[in-house]
């Protein structure tokens, strides 16, 4: 099955700066590639996805890009404030209705 | 647009007890999913409902989870008997297509 890594564990900034957070996947069938940020106690929310045919997306301040001969993708976000700050899954899925596969999950954190 | 509603938020019981949750999916979803996330992991699935078929049910717990969705609307998710090992937040989502929503989830605690 699919297996989804997620780099790093833990990101602190500063506000203004940019975070990036990187994910790697397993199987090559994968085509469809979602962003969730999870505040504390509240449900994942969706912020952006990608999808394969796709090598970049833009939204704001967020960003994500994806390489599938690498098989990895990354999300940027710029100008970083501290309600960026939050736990953000990666995730990855081969086909529309299938199951999400989530990385571990990176909890960023944005200080003043 | 109302999203996943889920009930109850919060659930503590002691070991062996049995529980169940309840999820009512975004109106005219046909694929509704079950995750469970444990404490500093990402949520990864229990069960996936199209319509009031199962889908995939392969790491269920099948010797105490058990799941329905009557009527393709909405599940019920049971532990019985639960074990320490449970505690976590048990997830719902629902989807039409790629994206999944997320239901606000319900937290159990097993003492």
């Known amino acids: 099955g699919e297996n989804v890594e997620q780099h790093p564990s833990t990101l602190s900034v500063q506000e203004g700066d940019s975070a990036v957070i990187k994910c790697t996947y397993s199987?090559?069938?994968?085509?469809?590639f979602p962003w969730y940020k999870q505040e504390l106690g509240k449900r994942p929310q969706l912020i952006i996805d990608i999808r394969s045919n796709v090598g970049e997306k833009k939204d704001q301040r967020i960003a994500v890009t994806l390489n599938k001969t690498a098989k990895h993708f990354s999300l940027h976000i710029t100008e970083t404030q501290p309600e960026d700050s939050a736990v953000y899954f990666c995730a990855a899925i081969r086909n529309s209705g299938y199951a999400l596969n989530f990385g571990k999950g990176t909890s960023l954190l944005v200080t003043p | 647009e109302a999203g996943v509603a889920q009930s109850p938020r919060y659930k503590i019981i002691e070991k062996r007890q049995s529980v169940a949750f309840w999820c009512n999916p975004i109106?005219?979803?046909?694929?509704l999913y079950w995750y469970q996330q444990i404490l500093g992991q990402g949520p990864k699935l229990l069960i996936q409902f199209q319509n009031n078929g199962v889908v995939d049910d392969s790491q269920l717990p099948k010797d105490r989870f058990s799941a329905e969705r009557l009527k393709g609307v909405d599940s019920t998710l049971k532990i019985q008997p639960a074990k320490l090992e449970d505690s976590a937040v048990y997830l719902c989502?629902?989807?039409?297509?790629?994206?999944?929503?997320f239901g606000p989830g319900t937290r159990l605690l097993v003492l």
């Open positions: 199987d090559s069938a994968s085509n469809y």
């Open positions: 989502a629902s989807s039409e297509g790629e994206t999944q929503y």
């Open positions: 109106s005219g979803h046909a694929t």
